[in-house]
Every structure is written in structure tokens, then in C-alpha cells.
């Protein structure tokens, strides 16, 4: 059988007169190199907009030598559907396994981002559309797919009905981005318990004196219950501890690693820091590579959690990782950021004296896997391609339904051809977002470390 031909995902067609199209693929073609296309091309490209794609015995010889003009690596408009390969899970582990290697290769002694924070955050809302884009910045408006409630909103619902938000409590959120997530989540509680909404202390606690400033001024509607805190959670102390309740969404993975080889167990140093501490936390590392990663930072927040909770008192921490993987380094953009290693925090929290589970964030937050958006490729397409050819700026960082696309970009929405939705699981990463977790601890016991 022949190959089929069809439509190469993220490709999308728009036109700039009746007989001009352009279209647009990500990644390879910059605004400028955008394929123009003519009258007579579009046609054919209305033939091959069939999803399950055309046989290439059924192209005329003049079609094929088009074709292969918009399969030039530049353009690379349409893709051959020969074999679908899955890939194979060994390959996966392998590659994972490689990416811990490299990650500790790497690093030399140990990587601490504080002063990153401190003096190279400048814009807020630049930070989480281009620099580092996180689950919640990408879930802050209602979505379908968290059933019709924003991150921060959804995040509430599902600790209001675990009873983790009550009268009287006193709430720190360590790590609070933009402010967004803390005034999502409070306007829920106050949605659905006002009496309790009006009772709450929520503390605002973050390294950056930039984001602080963003969340005092996001979260005026707040003003009689919150406060904010400048610091390094890691190592500040809360010398008023008794927090009923403590949030940390996806700010562990910025907290300090240290690199440990197996074997070399020196007496001072970042790395005599690192054994001593897995040693306390009765952490295992027999399969552990000759070197990896530790992920010194998350754990000593760990205790400092410990310590800040009241008996009873919850938290909840979500961040990347795996939950037997050592960190991998991730480049986000201009800085270093790690994985965690759920097992160890697992561990760890046991020997603190508190209560863990382990749960996937879309398991935690129930995400909708079946809901379509727009697919990644498609959505690099637009956003990083077509509108700025067009001189249109929009912010990208949302997961686009159909309705939601059309209402953000109704004149260019419906103008495109060959808009791709997919199911969102079959997205994953962060938009899933797979590989991200939940960690849910309730103290139990007083037991100093
Ligand atoms: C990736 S952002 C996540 C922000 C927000 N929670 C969200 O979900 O969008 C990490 C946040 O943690 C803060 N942060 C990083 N290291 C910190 C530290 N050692 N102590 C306190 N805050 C820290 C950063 O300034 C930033 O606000």
C-alpha cells in the first residue's frame, strides 16, 4: 500500500487574501519564513485537510511534486503517515535514567537558586507567560476540563471537602507566584463558607520581593485576612508556628540540590550536609547511580514544615518529579530548576511523624482528561507564528478549548483551517499534567528533629 499524506499536527492555513494562504509550522519556520501559498495550492490543501489523511496514489504527479515542495525541512507542512512506532517503555526508563546522569554530571557541590529570585525577577506577569510557566498560571481563568473552576479554585473545593480549610485556621501558602492561586483559592472558600472565609489568617510567603509586591496588590479584595512575608522558606524559621494549614504549589522544584557520590562520605562540605541529613531521614539510596542528585532543599523544607504545622494541621505540596526517579535538571528558560524525588519525601515525612499519601495532580484535582483542547503543536503555531506575523500580541499561557479560542481570537479563530483538538490527556506534561504530584500530609504526633 501507499503512503497516506496528511495534514502534519500544528500545521494551520490562513488566509491573508481570497487567493493568498499562509501557513504556519511551529518550531521550524520563523514569522518571516511563513509559506505563502497560491491560488491553485489551496485547493489540494483543502483535499488533504482530511484527518485520516489521502492515500498518495490518489495525488496527480503535479500534486505530489507540490507536496514535496511543502515537505522542505523549513516548512515541513505535511508528514507521511508510514508506520505508527510506539514508544517502547525501556526506552523511556532509559532515557530517564540518562537524564539523572547527565543532571548529576553536571552540577558541582550544590545549586542554590535564592539570589536567582531575589534579583532577577523583574516582571511578574513575564515570569509566568514566558519564563516559567506553571499549572495553575495555565489553569487561572475557569476551565472545562477542572469543571468549570479555575486552579486556584478547584485547589480550594477539593481541601474544603478533605477538611482542611475550618474556622479560625491559619493558613501559610509558601511560594506564591504572581498571587493569583492564593486569590483564587480564597475567593472559593469565601463562595462556599463565607463564615469561614471571614475567620481565616492567610499568610503570603515568598523569596521574592517583586512577586510579594504583585500578590499585596492582586489580592486587595483580601485585605482583612492576609498578611505577607518576605523570606526563604527554607531555611526561615516560623517562630510562631501552629499553622492549621500550609500550600506549596510547584515551588520545591526552586529549593537547593546537592550532588552525592556514592562511597564519598565527606565530614564537612554541601555534600556531608546531604548524607547527614538522608541518614537522620532514614532514606535509602542503595539504588542509587555511583552520583546523583539530592534533593537537600525540599527536604530540609520538609522539616521546616514539620515543625510549622500544629498536631492535626495539613499540608499539601505539589511539585514535578518521580516517585523513585533521583532530581533531574530542567532548563527553564534562564535558570536551573530540579525534580523531586517523591520517595525520599515519602520517607522523610514518615520519620517527621507525619502522615503521607502520594497522588497524581490530576488525580488530586480531578482533571478531565477527555476534555479537548487545542493541541500543543497548533497552539505553537498560532501563538508563536501566525500572530505575530499578523502584529497581534495575546497572552499564550492558557489550554484552549474550541469556545475558548473562538471567544480569545474570534477574527483570526475562525479564519484558520485545520484547527487541531485533541483529548487533553493525550497532551500530558504540563498541561495534563503528567509527572507532577500531590503530596498530602497531616502531622500527627509532636516529634522534633
Ligand atoms: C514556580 S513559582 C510558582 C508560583 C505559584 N505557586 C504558582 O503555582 O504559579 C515558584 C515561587 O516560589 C518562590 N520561591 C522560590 N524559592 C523560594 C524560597 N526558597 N522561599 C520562598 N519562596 C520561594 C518564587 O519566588 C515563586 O513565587
Known sequence: MGHMIKPARGVIWYPISESLWIAVAPRRASPEKCLLLQHNEVGLLDRLNNPSGVPEQD??????????????????????????????????????????????KE???????????????????????????????????????????NYGARFARVLIEDKAVGKGFRILELGCGTGI??????????????DIYKSLDYTFF???????????????????????????????????AGYDLIITNEMIADLPVVKLTKGDRSQSGPAADGWDMGKRLGLDFSDAPPQFLFNLGALRLLINISQTLRP?????????????????????????????????????AESLGLEANLLGLHEFLGFL?????????????????LLPFLGITRESSKVYTEDMLLKALPQVAQKVKNLSFVSLKSLGGILYPNGFYALRLVKKRRKSF
Do not use: C
Not at 508510514?82 to 517503555?89: E, F, R, S, T
Not at 552540577?107 to 514566558?130: C, K, M, W
Not at 482528561?369 to 507564528?385: E, R
Open 59 to 104: 495525488l496527480a504527479p503535479g500534486e505530489i511534486d507540490i507536496v514535496k515542495k511543502w515537505l522542505a525541512p523549513e516548512f515541513s507542512i505535511l508528514e507521511e503517515v508510514k508506520v505508527h512506532k510506539p514508544l517502547n517503555p525501556h526506552v523511556n526508563l532509559a532515557r530517564s535514567v540518562f537524564q539523572e546522569y547527565r543532571s548529576a
Open 107 to 149: 552540577l558541582e557541590g550544590r545549586h542554590d537558586l535564592a539570589s536567582y529570585h531575589l534579583t532577577e525577577i523583574n516582571d511578574p506577569v513575564r515570569q509566568f507567560e514566558e519564563v516559567e510557566m506553571t499549572v495553575s498560571h495555565l489553569y487561572r481563568e475557569p476551565h472545562p476540563a477542572l469543571e468549570g473552576k
Open 181 to 194: 492561586f492564593g486569590r483564587e483559592f480564597l475567593r472559593e472558600v469565601k463562595n462556599a463558607a463565607p
Open 206 to 240: 515568598d523569596i521574592s520581593p517583586v512577586l510579594t509586591k504583585s500578590q499585596e496588590q492582586i489580592n486587595k479584595e483580601h485585605g482583612k485576612i492576609m498578611s505577607f512575608q518576605t523570606g526563604d522558606a527554607y531555611i526561615h524559621s516560623f517562630p510562631d
Open 312 to 348: 492535626g494541621g495539613k499540608a499539601y505540596i505539589v511539585e514535578y518529579g518521580s516517585p523513585f526517579g533521583y532530581p533531574k535538571a530542567h532548563h527553564v528558560t534562564n535558570h536551573i530548576e530540579y525534580s523531586i524525588h517523591f520517595g525520599h519525601m515519602l520517607t522523610a
Open 369 to 385: 482528561g477527555d476534555v479537548k483542547v487545542l493541541d500543543d503543536l497548533t497552539h505553537s503555531a498560532i501563538f508563536g507564528h
